[in-house]
Antibody, heavy 118, light 107 residues
Framework: EVQLQQSGPELEKPGASVKISCKASGYSFTGYNMNWVKQSNGKSLEWIGNIDPYYGGTSYNQKFKGKATLTVDKSSSTAYMQLKSLTSEDSAVYYC???????????WGQGTTLTVSS | DIQMTQSPASLSASVGETVTITCRAS??????LAWYQQKQGKSPQLLVY???TLAEGVPSRFSGSGSGTQFSLKINSLQPEDFGSYYCQHHYGTPYTFGGGTKLEIK
């Protein structure tokens, strides 16, 4: 069974950084791009970027360049997203999602809630 | 970036009714469109890909259509479990973008 298990909720102060994890199981981790999606306050979804776990290549939404950094650890089948210089605008639920080429995001993590507050 | 415009933003319907949600792309995306359902407090789930192909396990009362810039998701004979939010998303190159969402509520 494919599962994407994300790390727990985070409470950070403005200006800090945070690293969210997404542990994959039930499939070949290096065979599918991993994507990250932001959902602010129950509103719509924004694609942050993706990473090819096999080669490590990344693609970012221009809006999140400089804000988000995507990495993977192939040995543990885990994808990471680091967000830096946090502001209240970064408070949101962040999802990892597996991309199936030319289909869509077929599996999603349960979401990680990030709250940025002093 | 390609803009995705969904309508209506909210919709109230009764069990057994048929509803249609539309999605318009700001440029031609051929059939590179997916639809997702999201229930309150849960992750989105893939319903339809390539504009009209149902994802595995999705009931046949759901159907997708369209190509180019105009797309729709139709739900026949609404069931209680169908209520929630629906999003369209293009994947004709990055950045992938989503529609603003349609909240389907019980009348």
């Amino acid at each position: 069974e494919v599962q994407l298990q994300q790390s727990g909720p985070e409470l950070e102060k403005p200006g800090a950084s945070v690293k969210i994890s997404c542990k994959a199981s039930g499939y070949s981790f290096t065979g599918y791009n991993m994507n990250w999606v932001k959902q602010s306050n129950g509103k719509s979804l924004e694609w942050i970027g993706n990473i090819d776990p096999y080669y490590g290549g990344t693609s970012y939404n221009q809006k999140f360049k400089g804000k988000a950094t995507l990495t993977v650890d192939k040995s543990s089948s885990t994808a990471y997203m680091q967000l830096k210089s946090l502001t209240s605008e970064d408070s949101a639920v962040y999802y990892c999602a597996r991309w199936v080429g030319n289909w869509g995001f077929d599996y999603w993590g349960q979401g990680t809630t990030l709250t940025v507050s002093s | 970036d390609i803009q995705m415009t969904q309508s209506p933003a909210s919709l109230s319907a009764s069990v057994g009714e048929t509803v249609t949600i539309t999605c318009r792309a700001s440029e031609n995306i051929y059939s590179y469109l997916a639809w997702y359902q999201q229930k309150q407090g849960k992750s989105p789930q893939l319903l339809v890909y390539n504009a009209k192909t149902l994802a595995e396990g999705v009931p046949s009362r759901f159907s997708g259509s369209g190509s180019g810039t105009q797309f729709s998701l139709k739900i026949n004979s609404l069931q209680p479990e169908d209520f929630g939010s629906y999003y369209c998303q293009h994947h004709y190159g990055t950045p992938y973008t989503f529609g603003g969402g349609t909240k389907l509520e019980i009348k």
